[in-house]
């Protein structure tokens, strides 16, 4: 499955005829592809969820299409001639068309993805790519098209690459074949190697408008309501992954409860800050630690700590964020007055690693979350 798949309800990017929200993008691609000077390598670049894998799946689907026409000296329709049937000027190709089908189940000659997949020996699923993979794409990239115009590798995602991975990568970036392409997905990029990233040429892809994210969830998950799925759209901050995964899990039903646990906390309207409610507390850990299933602690993690950030710069402006819900409001402003904005930076810094080790550490869910909130709670009280 893709980095940036939902699997609830919307196509995977290698099946998505459709490509909303990105069309800037889109247009710089065709472009340089038009005019016969397409980088070979490109970094596709942005939040998790906004399309990146969808807009590399489309544009190779888009070369492979072209076959032979992409050898033409004059640019990669040549001359003279138009683009083959099928081919629009948008890139979109029909999803009963034989190179989209092809594509979509890796059975097309000249062209392969790179991405963590299953380790054969334990058949468990990888959190890398290897560099026994990557030096198999670069073998790949070295042959002859067995249909004429590209050979394409698609990375996705490039944040996966280990370390020797990433440092084999290097040497199809600094010796390209001719007619060879990759394309790197990256939610990340500042992570990548810098001579990774030097030698491709940069898109960086915008979050989706909110509107554009309720049009999908509306397709998603078509029990929400417009009220829901605007909600949502506003917690996903442009990234339609992320809000299809909320909804998944319950995600308004849980950031409900996050405001509601912190309000005892903020005081305001003359009442003093109570503290957390332990046994709220208790059960909010419970519902995201019980199970094998992560999906709910993550939701609940990623929610918690992006709340923080609103927080942290809601003490550095002087101002509340654009708010989610109205009850958020006097929660934000009255707990972003409380403490420095250097404790306010430590407490993020500090809860964040401490979560992110959960699940690479396995450490205790709700201990974990008890000792997230409670710092939270001694800054609060802070004064």
């Given at each position: 499955?893709?980095?940036?798949?939902?699997?609830?309800?919307?196509?995977?990017?290698?099946?998505?005829?459709?490509?909303?929200?990105?069309?800037?993008?889109?247009?710089?691609?065709?472009?340089?592809?038009?005019?016969?000077?397409?980088?070979?390598?490109?970094?596709?670049?942005?939040?998790?969820?906004?399309?990146?894998?969808?807009?590399?799946?489309?544009?190779?689907?888009?070369?492979?299409?072209?076959?032979?026409?992409?050898?033409?000296?004059?640019?990669?329709?040549?001359?003279?001639?138009?683009?083959?049937?099928?081919?629009?000027?948008?890139?979109?190709?029909?999803?009963?068309?034989?190179?989209?089908?092809?594509?979509?189940?890796?059975?097309?000659?000249?062209?392969?993805?790179?991405?963590?997949?299953?380790?054969?020996?334990?058949?468990?699923?990888?959190?890398?790519?290897?560099?026994?993979?990557?030096?198999?794409?670069?073998?790949?990239?070295?042959?002859?098209?067995?249909?004429?115009?590209?050979?394409?590798?698609?990375?996705?995602?490039?944040?996966?690459?280990?370390?020797?991975?990433?440092?084999?990568?290097?040497?199809?970036?600094?010796?390209?074949?001719?007619?060879?392409?990759?394309?790197?997905?990256?939610?990340?990029?500042?992570?990548?190697?810098?001579?990774?990233?030097?030698?491709?040429?940069?898109?960086?892809?915008?979050?989706?408008?909110?509107?554009?994210?309720?049009?999908?969830?509306?397709?998603?998950?078509?029990?929400?309501?417009?009220?829901?799925?605007?909600?949502?759209?506003?917690?996903?901050?442009?990234?339609?992954?992320?809000?299809?995964?909320?909804?998944?899990?319950?995600?308004?039903?849980?950031?409900?409860?996050?405001?509601?646990?912190?309000?005892?906390?903020?005081?305001?309207?003359?009442?003093?800050?109570?503290?957390?409610?332990?046994?709220?507390?208790?059960?909010?850990?419970?519902?995201?630690?019980?199970?094998?299933?992560?999906?709910?602690?993550?939701?609940?993690?990623?929610?918690?700590?992006?709340?923080?950030?609103?927080?942290?710069?809601?003490?550095?402006?002087?101002?509340?964020?654009?708010?989610?819900?109205?009850?958020?409001?006097p929660v934000l402003g009255n707990l972003a007055k409380r403490g420095s904005l250097a404790e306010w930076l430590a407490l993020w810094d500090k809860v964040s690693h401490l979560l992110a080790r959960v699940e690479s550490a396995n450490l205790d869910r709700k201990q974990a979350l008890l000792a997230a909130f409670l710092e939270l709670e001694a800054?609060?009280?802070?004064?």
């Amino acid at each position: 499955m893709s980095a940036e798949a939902d699997g609830m309800g919307l196509p995977e990017p290698c099946e998505n005829p459709e490509l909303i929200g990105q069309e800037a993008a889109e247009a710089v691609l065709l472009q340089a592809a038009g005019e016969g000077r397409l980088a070979h390598a490109w970094l596709l670049a942005g939040p998790r969820g906004i399309g990146k894998a969808t807009l590399a799946y489309r544009f190779a689907r888009h070369l492979l299409a072209q076959g032979e026409a992409a050898d033409q000296e004059l640019g990669l329709f040549g001359a003279s001639e138009p683009p083959q049937d099928g081919i629009a000027a948008d890139m979109s190709l029909a999803p009963d068309h034989p190179v989209f089908r092809r594509v979509a189940a890796r059975g097309h000659p000249d062209f392969k993805v790179l991405e963590p997949g299953v380790n054969e020996k334990t058949g468990r699923p990888r959190t890398e790519i290897t560099v026994d993979q990557v030096r198999k794409a670069t073998d790949f990239l070295r042959l002859t098209a067995a249909e004429g115009g590209w050979r394409i590798v698609l990375v996705d995602s490039a944040d996966a690459l280990n370390a020797n991975a990433a440092n084999a990568l290097l040497k199809i970036l600094e010796e390209p074949s001719r007619h060879s392409l990759l394309l790197l997905v990256s939610h990340a990029p500042g992570r990548l190697l810098a001579t990774v990233r030097s030698r491709c040429c940069h898109l960086a892809l915008r979050p989706l408008a909110d509107a554009a994210v309720g049009e999908l969830l509306r397709r998603g998950q078509p029990d929400l309501d417009d009220a829901e799925a605007a909600t949502l759209a506003r917690l996903a901050e442009g990234s339609i992954g992320r809000a299809l995964e909320l909804a998944d899990v319950g995600g308004l039903e849980l950031y409900g409860e996050l405001v509601a646990l912190l309000a005892g906390l903020a005081g305001g309207d003359g009442a003093a800050a109570r503290g957390l409610d332990s046994e709220r507390l208790h059960g909010f850990a419970d519902k995201l630690a019980r199970g094998s299933d992560l999906g709910a602690f993550r939701a609940g993690r990623d929610l918690f700590l992006w709340w923080l950030a609103r927080a942290v710069r809601a003490r550095t402006l002087g101002r509340v964020p654009e708010l989610v819900t109205d009850a958020e409001g006097p929660v934000l402003g009255n707990l972003a007055k409380r403490g420095s904005l250097a404790e306010w930076l430590a407490l993020w810094d500090k809860v964040s690693h401490l979560l992110a080790r959960v699940e690479s550490a396995n450490l205790d869910r709700k201990q974990a979350l008890l000792a997230a909130f409670l710092e939270l709670e001694a800054l609060a009280r802070a004064r």
